[in-house]
Protein backbone atom coordinates (compact mmCIF):
# COMPACT_ATOMS: atom_id res chain seq x y z
CA UNK A 1 0.00 0.00 0.00
CA UNK A 2 1.14 3.37 -1.12
CA UNK A 3 2.30 5.43 2.08
CA UNK A 4 0.72 8.45 2.47
CA UNK A 5 2.65 11.71 2.19
CA UNK A 6 3.98 13.06 5.04
CA UNK A 7 2.74 15.85 6.66
CA UNK A 8 5.27 19.58 7.06
CA UNK A 9 6.17 19.72 10.36
CA UNK A 10 4.31 22.23 12.59
CA UNK A 11 6.45 25.55 14.29
CA UNK A 12 6.79 25.16 18.15
CA UNK A 13 4.69 26.61 19.94
CA UNK A 14 5.11 30.34 20.89
CA UNK A 15 6.39 31.31 24.61
CA UNK A 16 8.68 28.45 25.67
CA UNK A 17 11.06 29.09 28.24
CA UNK A 18 14.54 29.21 27.17
CA UNK A 19 17.71 28.04 28.90
CA UNK A 20 18.16 28.11 32.32
CA UNK A 21 14.75 29.39 32.52
CA UNK A 22 13.83 25.81 31.07
CA UNK A 23 15.82 23.91 33.14
CA UNK A 24 14.63 25.93 36.74
CA UNK A 25 11.20 24.56 35.43
CA UNK A 26 11.86 21.04 34.65
CA UNK A 27 13.84 20.90 38.19
CA UNK A 28 11.53 22.75 40.15
CA UNK A 29 8.56 20.84 38.87
CA UNK A 30 10.06 17.23 39.84
CA UNK A 31 10.60 18.81 43.24
CA UNK A 32 7.19 19.96 43.57
CA UNK A 33 5.95 16.22 42.63
CA UNK A 34 8.56 14.95 45.02
CA UNK A 35 7.60 16.93 48.13
CA UNK A 36 4.20 18.08 47.29
CA UNK A 37 2.46 15.52 45.22
CA UNK A 38 4.53 12.04 45.12
CA UNK A 39 7.65 10.69 45.63
CA UNK A 40 6.51 7.71 43.93
CA UNK A 41 5.32 9.35 40.63
CA UNK A 42 8.34 11.48 40.20
CA UNK A 43 10.38 7.92 39.82
CA UNK A 44 8.16 6.62 37.82
CA UNK A 45 8.36 9.94 35.15
CA UNK A 46 12.37 9.35 35.95
CA UNK A 47 11.96 5.48 34.93
CA UNK A 48 10.42 6.10 31.93
CA UNK A 49 12.70 8.57 31.16
CA UNK A 50 10.35 11.78 31.34
CA UNK A 51 13.03 14.67 31.86
CA UNK A 52 10.04 17.54 30.81
CA UNK A 53 7.13 19.00 31.24
CA UNK A 54 4.04 19.57 28.93
CA UNK A 55 3.92 22.38 27.68
CA UNK A 56 1.41 22.74 24.96
CA UNK A 57 -0.97 20.82 22.92
CA UNK A 58 -2.90 21.41 19.34
CA UNK A 59 -5.22 18.92 17.63
CA UNK A 60 -3.36 15.15 17.64
CA UNK A 61 -0.06 16.97 18.47
CA UNK A 62 1.66 17.90 22.61
CA UNK A 63 5.05 19.65 22.88
CA UNK A 64 7.08 19.75 26.06
CA UNK A 65 8.89 22.39 27.56
CA UNK A 66 12.26 21.97 24.91
CA UNK A 67 9.57 22.57 22.24
CA UNK A 68 10.06 18.59 21.16
CA UNK A 69 6.55 17.55 19.43
CA UNK A 70 5.16 14.34 20.05
CA UNK A 71 2.05 12.73 18.31
CA UNK A 72 -0.69 11.81 21.05
CA UNK A 73 -1.80 8.42 20.80
CA UNK A 74 -2.97 7.99 24.65
CA UNK A 75 -5.55 10.71 24.76
CA UNK A 76 -5.05 11.36 28.20
CA UNK A 77 -6.95 8.14 27.82
CA UNK A 78 -9.30 8.71 25.64
CA UNK A 79 -10.40 12.54 26.25
CA UNK A 80 -9.37 14.20 22.94
CA UNK A 81 -11.33 12.26 20.57
CA UNK A 82 -12.19 16.05 19.09
CA UNK A 83 -8.56 16.60 19.26
CA UNK A 84 -6.63 18.85 21.57
CA UNK A 85 -8.08 22.77 21.70
CA UNK A 86 -10.65 22.15 19.23
CA UNK A 87 -10.85 25.90 17.74
CA UNK A 88 -15.35 25.71 18.58
CA UNK A 89 -15.13 24.23 21.84
CA UNK A 90 -12.64 26.76 23.16
CA UNK A 91 -15.02 29.20 21.55
CA UNK A 92 -17.68 27.80 23.25
CA UNK A 93 -16.02 27.81 26.64
CA UNK A 94 -14.79 30.97 26.37
CA UNK A 95 -17.99 33.09 25.15
CA UNK A 96 -19.35 31.24 28.87
CA UNK A 97 -16.14 32.10 30.46
CA UNK A 98 -16.93 35.95 29.38
CA UNK A 99 -20.42 35.70 30.68
CA UNK A 100 -21.23 33.12 33.48
CA UNK A 101 -18.90 30.22 34.05
CA UNK A 102 -20.50 28.63 37.39
CA UNK A 103 -23.63 28.51 37.81
CA UNK A 104 -25.89 29.88 40.84
CA UNK A 105 -27.90 26.62 40.86
CA UNK A 106 -30.70 28.37 42.19
CA UNK A 107 -32.14 29.38 38.59
CA UNK A 108 -32.42 26.90 35.78
CA UNK A 109 -29.12 26.71 33.50
CA UNK A 110 -29.75 26.34 29.47
CA UNK A 111 -26.38 25.07 28.88
CA UNK A 112 -27.19 22.25 31.47
CA UNK A 113 -30.71 21.61 29.92
CA UNK A 114 -29.55 22.18 26.26
CA UNK A 115 -26.59 19.21 27.09
CA UNK A 116 -29.30 16.99 28.15
CA UNK A 117 -31.57 17.28 25.52
CA UNK A 118 -28.70 16.77 23.27
CA UNK A 119 -27.62 13.73 24.79
CA UNK A 120 -30.95 12.34 23.91
CA UNK A 121 -30.77 12.86 20.93
CA UNK A 122 -27.50 11.49 20.09
CA UNK A 123 -27.43 8.19 22.94
CA UNK A 124 -29.45 5.53 21.50
CA UNK A 125 -33.03 4.03 21.94
CA UNK A 126 -35.53 6.04 24.40
CA UNK A 127 -32.14 7.07 26.69
CA UNK A 128 -33.52 10.57 27.94
CA UNK A 129 -33.09 11.90 31.55
CA UNK A 130 -29.27 12.79 32.06
CA UNK A 131 -27.61 13.27 35.40
CA UNK A 132 -24.05 15.46 34.78
CA UNK A 133 -21.47 15.26 37.37
CA UNK A 134 -17.53 15.80 36.91
CA UNK A 135 -15.56 12.85 36.24
CA UNK A 136 -16.09 9.24 35.04
CA UNK A 137 -16.15 7.17 38.62
CA UNK A 138 -18.40 9.85 39.75
CA UNK A 139 -20.95 8.70 36.82
CA UNK A 140 -20.78 5.76 37.65
CA UNK A 141 -21.58 6.00 41.31
CA UNK A 142 -24.66 7.57 40.25
CA UNK A 143 -25.43 4.67 37.99
CA UNK A 144 -24.91 2.58 40.39
CA UNK A 145 -26.90 4.42 42.46
CA UNK A 146 -29.69 4.79 40.21
CA UNK A 147 -30.30 1.20 39.85
CA UNK A 148 -30.79 0.37 43.67
CA UNK A 149 -32.64 3.45 43.46
CA UNK A 150 -34.78 2.60 40.74
CA UNK A 151 -34.77 -1.59 41.22
CA UNK A 152 -34.53 -1.66 45.07
CA UNK A 153 -32.20 -4.80 44.94
CA UNK A 154 -28.86 -3.77 45.85
CA UNK A 155 -27.04 -6.35 44.02
CA UNK A 156 -24.80 -5.87 40.32
CA UNK A 157 -23.35 -8.49 38.51
CA UNK A 158 -20.02 -7.02 37.43
CA UNK A 159 -16.94 -8.51 34.71
CA UNK A 160 -13.40 -9.57 35.66
CA UNK A 161 -10.90 -6.94 35.02
CA UNK A 162 -13.43 -4.21 34.48
CA UNK A 163 -12.40 -0.46 34.88
CA UNK A 164 -15.22 1.33 36.20
CA UNK A 165 -13.37 4.16 38.56
CA UNK A 166 -11.34 3.97 41.68
CA UNK A 167 -14.49 6.24 44.03
CA UNK A 168 -15.65 3.27 46.55
CA UNK A 169 -18.72 2.10 45.04
CA UNK A 170 -16.88 2.55 41.28
CA UNK A 171 -13.76 0.90 42.47
CA UNK A 172 -16.42 -2.18 43.67
CA UNK A 173 -17.54 -2.49 40.54
CA UNK A 174 -13.99 -2.13 38.63
CA UNK A 175 -12.42 -5.66 39.01
CA UNK A 176 -8.41 -5.73 39.41
CA UNK A 177 -7.36 -6.59 43.02
CA UNK A 178 -4.60 -4.81 43.22
CA UNK A 179 -6.73 -1.72 43.75
CA UNK A 180 -9.37 -2.97 45.33
CA UNK A 181 -7.50 -5.19 48.33
CA UNK A 182 -6.04 -2.12 49.86
CA UNK A 183 -9.64 -0.92 50.49
CA UNK A 184 -11.42 -3.74 51.67
CA UNK A 185 -14.32 -4.08 52.63
CA UNK A 186 -15.64 -2.33 49.60
CA UNK A 187 -19.57 -1.88 48.87
CA UNK A 188 -21.06 -5.18 49.14
CA UNK A 189 -22.95 -7.04 46.25
CA UNK A 190 -20.80 -7.27 43.78
CA UNK A 191 -20.71 -10.61 41.69
CA UNK A 192 -17.22 -10.51 39.29
CA UNK A 193 -17.76 -12.97 36.30
CA UNK A 194 -15.63 -13.56 32.99
CA UNK A 195 -16.17 -11.09 30.65
CA UNK A 196 -17.30 -12.13 27.26
CA UNK A 197 -19.25 -14.98 28.79
CA UNK A 198 -22.58 -14.45 28.26
CA UNK A 199 -23.70 -18.01 30.41
CA UNK A 200 -21.53 -16.40 33.57
CA UNK A 201 -23.80 -13.48 33.54
CA UNK A 202 -26.99 -15.50 33.46
CA UNK A 203 -25.82 -17.74 36.21
CA UNK A 204 -24.61 -14.97 38.69
CA UNK A 205 -28.01 -13.15 38.52
CA UNK A 206 -29.56 -14.09 41.86
CA UNK A 207 -32.99 -12.18 43.47
CA UNK A 208 -31.42 -9.34 44.72
CA UNK A 209 -29.41 -8.10 41.37
CA UNK A 210 -30.39 -4.45 39.96
CA UNK A 211 -28.29 -4.47 37.20
CA UNK A 212 -25.54 -5.71 35.26
CA UNK A 213 -22.81 -3.50 34.47
CA UNK A 214 -20.02 -3.73 32.13
CA UNK A 215 -17.63 -1.43 29.27
CA UNK A 216 -18.68 -2.67 25.82
CA UNK A 217 -15.10 -3.18 25.21
CA UNK A 218 -12.92 -3.43 27.96
CA UNK A 219 -10.48 -0.48 28.22
CA UNK A 220 -7.90 -0.71 30.88
CA UNK A 221 -8.27 -4.84 31.11
CA UNK A 222 -5.73 -4.28 27.82
CA UNK A 223 -8.67 -3.61 24.99
CA UNK A 224 -10.24 -7.20 25.20
CA UNK A 225 -12.95 -7.60 22.70
CA UNK A 226 -16.01 -9.72 23.55
CA UNK A 227 -17.22 -12.58 21.00
CA UNK A 228 -19.34 -10.80 18.45
CA UNK A 229 -23.36 -11.03 20.13
CA UNK A 230 -22.18 -10.65 23.62
CA UNK A 231 -23.54 -7.43 23.95
CA UNK A 232 -27.08 -8.33 22.53
CA UNK A 233 -27.15 -11.74 24.42
CA UNK A 234 -26.26 -9.52 27.78
CA UNK A 235 -29.03 -7.11 27.02
CA UNK A 236 -31.60 -10.25 26.06
CA UNK A 237 -30.64 -11.80 29.55
CA UNK A 238 -31.21 -8.47 31.25
CA UNK A 239 -34.81 -8.42 29.62
CA UNK A 240 -35.85 -12.11 30.17
CA UNK A 241 -34.36 -11.79 34.04
CA UNK A 242 -36.14 -8.50 34.99
CA UNK A 243 -32.30 -6.95 35.46
CA UNK A 244 -30.99 -3.26 34.44
CA UNK A 245 -28.22 -2.92 31.85
CA UNK A 246 -25.88 -0.03 32.34
CA UNK A 247 -22.96 0.34 29.58
CA UNK A 248 -19.93 1.78 30.99
CA UNK A 249 -19.01 4.23 27.80
CA UNK A 250 -16.64 6.55 29.60
CA UNK A 251 -13.96 4.94 26.96
CA UNK A 252 -15.65 3.62 24.15
CA UNK A 253 -17.94 6.55 24.05
CA UNK A 254 -18.29 9.64 21.40
CA UNK A 255 -17.37 7.87 18.27
CA UNK A 256 -14.13 6.10 19.74
CA UNK A 257 -15.11 2.77 18.06
CA UNK A 258 -16.87 4.21 15.07
CA UNK A 259 -19.92 4.32 16.21
CA UNK A 260 -21.16 7.32 18.42
CA UNK A 261 -21.93 4.94 21.18
CA UNK A 262 -19.85 1.21 20.80
CA UNK A 263 -23.61 -0.81 21.99
CA UNK A 264 -24.85 0.24 18.69
CA UNK A 265 -22.42 -2.04 16.88
CA UNK A 266 -24.84 -4.49 18.09
CA UNK A 267 -28.20 -2.31 17.69
CA UNK A 268 -28.40 -2.63 21.89
CA UNK A 269 -29.78 -0.19 23.94
CA UNK A 270 -28.91 0.18 27.59
CA UNK A 271 -31.02 0.77 30.71
CA UNK A 272 -28.32 3.62 31.65
CA UNK A 273 -25.13 4.91 29.75
CA UNK A 274 -22.60 6.42 31.67
CA UNK A 275 -19.81 8.84 29.72
CA UNK A 276 -17.01 11.09 30.81
CA UNK A 277 -13.37 11.64 29.31
CA UNK A 278 -13.93 13.06 25.53
CA UNK A 279 -17.45 15.00 26.46
CA UNK A 280 -15.67 17.77 27.54
CA UNK A 281 -13.99 18.23 24.16
CA UNK A 282 -10.63 17.64 26.20
CA UNK A 283 -10.79 21.50 27.90
CA UNK A 284 -13.69 21.10 30.73
CA UNK A 285 -14.16 17.83 32.75
CA UNK A 286 -17.42 16.28 32.58
CA UNK A 287 -19.45 12.85 33.15
CA UNK A 288 -23.14 12.78 32.91
CA UNK A 289 -25.41 9.44 33.57
CA UNK A 290 -27.75 8.88 31.22
CA UNK A 291 -31.54 7.03 31.88
CA UNK A 292 -34.42 5.04 30.12
CA UNK A 293 -37.46 7.39 31.64
CA UNK A 294 -39.28 4.24 33.55
CA UNK A 295 -35.75 4.73 36.09
CA UNK A 296 -36.39 8.53 36.76
CA UNK A 297 -39.30 8.34 39.02
CA UNK A 298 -37.85 8.36 42.27
CA UNK A 299 -35.39 11.14 41.01
CA UNK A 300 -38.51 13.10 39.71
CA UNK A 301 -40.02 12.89 42.95
CA UNK A 302 -36.38 14.00 44.86
CA UNK A 303 -34.61 15.98 42.64
CA UNK A 304 -31.97 16.25 45.21
CA UNK A 305 -31.90 12.44 46.16
CA UNK A 306 -28.39 12.32 44.37
CA UNK A 307 -26.71 15.53 43.54
CA UNK A 308 -23.22 17.39 42.58
CA UNK A 309 -22.03 21.25 43.20
CA UNK A 310 -20.35 21.67 40.03
CA UNK A 311 -21.60 18.88 37.70
CA UNK A 312 -23.70 20.38 34.99
CA UNK A 313 -21.32 23.74 35.48
CA UNK A 314 -21.88 26.05 32.34
CA UNK A 315 -18.65 25.82 31.14
CA UNK A 316 -18.42 22.18 30.98
CA UNK A 317 -21.71 21.98 29.49
CA UNK A 318 -21.09 24.46 27.00
CA UNK A 319 -17.81 22.93 26.22
CA UNK A 320 -19.95 19.34 25.67
CA UNK A 321 -22.34 20.71 23.27
CA UNK A 322 -19.64 22.15 20.70
CA UNK A 323 -17.98 18.34 21.08
CA UNK A 324 -21.19 16.74 20.04
CA UNK A 325 -21.46 19.20 17.50
CA UNK A 326 -18.20 18.62 16.44
CA UNK A 327 -18.56 14.72 16.60
CA UNK A 328 -21.39 14.65 14.30
CA UNK A 329 -20.67 17.61 11.93
CA UNK A 330 -17.31 16.13 11.20
CA UNK A 331 -18.25 12.90 11.12
CA UNK A 332 -15.27 11.79 13.70
CA UNK A 333 -16.91 8.22 14.13
CA UNK A 334 -16.80 7.60 10.78
CA UNK A 335 -13.71 8.36 10.25
CA UNK A 336 -12.37 5.89 13.46
CA UNK A 337 -13.45 3.00 11.24
CA UNK A 338 -10.79 3.33 8.03
CA UNK A 339 -8.70 5.11 10.06
CA UNK A 340 -8.53 2.35 12.82
CA UNK A 341 -7.89 0.18 10.13
CA UNK A 342 -4.66 1.33 8.72
CA UNK A 343 -3.65 1.74 12.37
CA UNK A 344 -4.01 -1.66 12.61
CA UNK A 345 -2.99 -2.67 9.30
CA UNK A 346 0.50 -1.00 9.94
CA UNK A 347 0.34 -2.72 13.79
CA UNK A 348 -0.19 -6.23 12.71
CA UNK A 349 3.23 -5.47 10.57
CA UNK A 350 5.32 -4.04 13.52
CA UNK A 351 3.68 -7.81 15.12
CA UNK A 352 4.86 -9.75 12.13
CA UNK A 353 8.34 -8.82 12.24
CA UNK A 354 9.06 -8.91 15.98
CA UNK A 355 6.92 -11.63 17.09
CA UNK A 356 9.10 -12.05 20.16
CA UNK A 357 8.46 -8.61 21.32
CA UNK A 358 4.43 -8.32 20.28
CA UNK A 359 2.09 -11.02 20.71
CA UNK A 360 -1.09 -9.25 19.99
CA UNK A 361 -2.52 -6.09 18.20
CA UNK A 362 -6.05 -5.41 18.55
CA UNK A 363 -9.10 -3.60 18.74
CA UNK A 364 -12.25 -1.22 16.89
CA UNK A 365 -12.07 1.96 14.95
CA UNK A 366 -9.33 3.61 16.92
CA UNK A 367 -9.38 1.99 20.57
CA UNK A 368 -6.27 -0.57 19.80
CA UNK A 369 -3.97 -2.03 21.96
CA UNK A 370 -0.86 -3.94 21.48
CA UNK A 371 -0.24 -6.84 23.54
CA UNK A 372 3.28 -7.65 24.43
CA UNK A 373 5.32 -10.88 25.14
CA UNK A 374 5.91 -9.64 28.47
CA UNK A 375 5.08 -6.46 30.41
CA UNK A 376 8.95 -5.24 30.18
CA UNK A 377 8.53 -4.65 26.22
CA UNK A 378 5.28 -2.37 27.35
CA UNK A 379 7.36 -0.11 29.33
CA UNK A 380 10.16 -0.12 27.70
CA UNK A 381 8.54 0.29 24.25
CA UNK A 382 6.37 3.08 25.77
CA UNK A 383 9.17 4.94 27.10
CA UNK A 384 10.92 4.64 23.65
CA UNK A 385 8.34 5.67 21.65
CA UNK A 386 8.13 8.80 23.90
CA UNK A 387 11.55 9.16 23.12
CA UNK A 388 10.63 8.79 19.34
CA UNK A 389 7.27 11.80 19.33
CA UNK A 390 4.43 9.68 19.86
CA UNK A 391 2.80 9.24 23.55
CA UNK A 392 1.56 5.75 24.49
CA UNK A 393 0.28 4.46 27.99
CA UNK A 394 0.09 1.19 29.14
CA UNK A 395 -3.55 -0.02 30.45
CA UNK A 396 -4.07 0.42 33.87
CA UNK A 397 -5.50 -3.49 34.52
CA UNK A 398 -3.03 -4.88 32.80
CA UNK A 399 0.30 -3.08 32.10
CA UNK A 400 1.40 -5.97 29.39
CA UNK A 401 -0.74 -3.73 26.46
CA UNK A 402 -0.45 -0.39 25.45
CA UNK A 403 -3.07 1.40 24.16
CA UNK A 404 -2.79 3.18 21.09
CA UNK A 405 -5.86 6.01 21.11
CA UNK A 406 -5.16 8.69 19.39
CA UNK A 407 -7.78 11.65 18.55
CA UNK A 408 -10.35 10.98 16.03
CA UNK A 409 -9.04 13.98 13.82
CA UNK A 410 -5.73 12.50 13.23
CA UNK A 411 -4.76 11.87 9.75
CA UNK A 412 -3.23 9.49 7.60
CA UNK A 413 0.19 10.67 6.99
CA UNK A 414 0.49 11.03 11.09
CA UNK A 415 -0.79 7.56 11.98
CA UNK A 416 2.07 6.45 9.28
CA UNK A 417 5.04 8.75 11.19
CA UNK A 418 3.22 7.42 14.32
CA UNK A 419 3.35 3.95 13.48
CA UNK A 420 7.08 4.46 12.59
CA UNK A 421 7.76 5.64 15.52
CA UNK A 422 6.40 2.44 17.46
CA UNK A 423 8.07 0.65 15.10
CA UNK A 424 11.29 1.86 16.17
CA UNK A 425 10.36 1.41 19.70
CA UNK A 426 9.78 -1.77 19.68
CA UNK A 427 12.97 -2.67 17.64
CA UNK A 428 14.56 -0.93 20.45
CA UNK A 429 12.59 -2.54 23.29
CA UNK A 430 13.96 -6.24 21.70
CA UNK A 431 17.02 -4.89 21.53
CA UNK A 432 17.95 -3.66 24.85
CA UNK A 433 15.82 -6.69 26.45
CA UNK A 434 16.18 -9.36 24.00
CA UNK A 435 14.54 -11.45 22.53
CA UNK A 436 11.26 -13.22 23.98
CA UNK A 437 12.14 -15.01 27.20
CA UNK A 438 14.99 -13.51 27.81
CA UNK A 439 12.80 -10.41 29.55
CA UNK A 440 10.36 -13.08 30.68
CA UNK A 441 13.24 -14.85 33.19
CA UNK A 442 14.18 -11.30 34.86
CA UNK A 443 11.06 -9.94 35.06
CA UNK A 444 7.65 -10.43 37.43
C1 LIG B 1 -14.36 2.58 31.22
C2 LIG B 1 -13.96 3.56 32.29
N1 LIG B 1 -14.84 3.85 33.26
C3 LIG B 1 -14.54 4.72 34.23
C4 LIG B 1 -13.31 5.35 34.27
C5 LIG B 1 -12.98 6.30 35.39
O1 LIG B 1 -13.00 7.63 34.92
P1 LIG B 1 -12.33 8.78 35.80
O2 LIG B 1 -10.86 8.55 35.82
O3 LIG B 1 -12.74 10.04 35.09
O4 LIG B 1 -12.93 8.68 37.16
C6 LIG B 1 -12.36 5.06 33.28
C7 LIG B 1 -11.02 5.69 33.30
O5 LIG B 1 -10.08 5.27 32.67
C8 LIG B 1 -12.70 4.14 32.27
O6 LIG B 1 -11.82 3.83 31.29
Known sequence: MARPRPEPPRPAPAGLPEGADRARLIERTLAQYRRYLNPGLARLFQFGGVETVEWA???CLVW????????????????????????????????QLDRMPMSVR?????????????????TPGDLQYSFFCNSGAEANEGA??????????????????????????ALSATGRAYYRTPFEP??????????????????????????????????????????????RQVREICDRRGVLLIADEIQTGLGRTGRMFCVEHEGVVPDILTLAKALGGGVMPIGAFVARPALWERMKRDPYIHSSTF????????????????????????????????????????????????????GRGLMLGIEFTHRDYALMTSAEAGHRGVITFYTLNNPQVIRVEPPLVITPALIDRAADGIEGAVAAAEAMLGSVGAAAEGGS
Open 57 to 59: AEG
Open 64 to 95: DVHGREYIDCACGPAIFNVGHRHPRVLAAVRD
Open 106 to 122: TMPSAPMAALAERLAEV
Open 144 to 169: IKLARLATGRPGFVVMQEAFHGKTLG
Open 186 to 231: LVPGFVHVPFGDAGAVEAAIGRDVAAVMLEPIQGEAGVILPPAGYL
Open 311 to 362: GGNPLACRAALATLDVLVDERLADRAGPLGEQFLGRLREIRARHPGVVKDVR
